[in-house]
């Protein structure tokens, strides 16, 4: 099955690959000489789209260039999708065969028959999470979703210097409340 000299053996101290001079990566499988690089995780747009259909590569497109309508961003690929990120991350697209999957960052759940599913992600912003199979779906409600997404972080800064509209008790209220 193996060669003798491919076979993993166990180390001195009873370890997979110690004692050897690599190790096989946890992510790939594939087997790293020692001191050679290796980053399996570093992919780009190209090769995240490359085996999209003719439909759905158009609409990545033009998920791509409202976006960049936007302003001032920067876009990656990183492990199986492409980030859309201002100050964090405001949107991203899972290409999938029969789909582009967006995740969109909004303040609010939406409801709307375009969206599959949201999942709170934290306590001010929930990922409302669409399904795109062709580029004519990119329009409204879908690209204004994108640009609240866009604008968000603005709104939560604006949000959190506001002072809080909540009265503070003053002493005579707490006595009285001690009574």
Request: overall charge positive; hydrophobic content about 35%.
């Amino acid at each position: 099955m193996f060669a003798t000299n491919a076979t993993p053996s166990l180390g001195p101290r009873g370890r997979y690959n110690s004692g050897m001079g690599g190790h096989e990566c946890h992510h790939c499988k594939q087997w790293i000489e020692e001191g050679e690089a290796h980053d399996c995780w570093t992919t780009t747009e190209a090769a995240l789209t490359d085996d999209l259909s003719e439909e759905l590569k158009d609409a990545y497109e033009r998920l791509r260039e409202t976006a960049v309508e936007f302003g001032e961003q920067r876009i990656y690929a990183s492990g199986t999708a492409i980030m859309f990120s201002r100050a964090s991350c405001y949107f991203f697209v899972r290409p999938r065969r029969t789909h582009l999957q967006v995740c969109v960052f909004l303040g609010r759940a939406v409801r709307a028959p375009q969206v599959r599913r949201v999942e709170r992600k934290s306590s001010s912003k929930l990922v409302n999470i669409i399904h795109v199979r062709h580029r004519d779906e990119v329009e409204p409600p879908i690209t204004d979703w994108l640009r609240e997404a866009f604008e968000l972080p603005d709104k939560l800064a604006a949000r959190a210097a506001r002072p809080s509209k909540r009265r503070k008790p003053t002493t005579e209220r707490k006595k009285a409340r001690a009574y």
